[in-house]
């Protein structure tokens, strides 16, 4: 059995350092996109070492994902209760609330694919196709392709307008377009 560790008078310390590497992280996102940013750019910029920025975080992807505020847990399965017409619902509701906390951060990172959601597209169409939600003829390649265009951050962007709608009105525009694949 695992003890768990506890850092005592450290963790201050910790904190400190990992806010330090958040922080930079997000001054070099102001000018550049994440494509263009390397982990030895944010250690350089946080005054730490590379390593201790993948301590902290595990990758450069990682330091971005905390910044986003996307889960830093694999995937895991929806709640079985759920049915997959609301896991749609909640996904996207879940998605524009947490684009719209920080809109300009999210223009600057690369696009974050399955990173913290609770389903991949391909479990969530899975889960359609078997409760029969999908419209005759909507393939499952056709309902993913659908899913991970409505659940990216450029659409919601578009939609959004920096405010002009509030992110339950863009999450209900999004599933509206889900029903092009929804029965």
Request: glycine residues 8%.
């Amino acid at each position: 059995m695992a003890r768990s560790y506890q850092l005592g008078r450290r963790q201050p310390a910790v904190d400190r350092t990992r806010a330090s590497i958040l922080a930079a992280a997000r001054h070099l996102l102001a000018d550049r996109s994440s494509h263009e940013i390397s982990a030895g750019a944010i250690a350089r910029q946080a005054g730490v070492s590379r390593l201790t920025v993948y301590n902290h975080f595990g990758s450069r992807a990682g330091v971005f994902g905390a910044l986003a505020g996307w889960p830093m847990t694999p995937a895991r399965p929806a709640d079985p209760g759920l049915g997959p017409r609301e896991a749609v619902r909640l996904r996207l509701a879940e998605a524009c609330r947490r684009w719209s906390s920080d809109t300009a951060l999210h223009r600057h990172l690369a696009p974050s694919g399955d990173a913290g959601e609770a389903e991949t597209d391909g479990v969530l169409v899975e889960r359609l196709a078997a409760a029969d939600q999908l419209r005759p003829g909507c393939s499952i390649k056709e309902a993913e392709d659908v899913i991970a265009a409505i659940t990216s951050f450029p659409v919601f962007d578009r939609l959004h307008k920096d405010g002009r709608r509030s992110p339950a009105a863009v999450a209900e525009i999004l599933m509206r377009l889900a029903g092009a694949i929804l029965a």
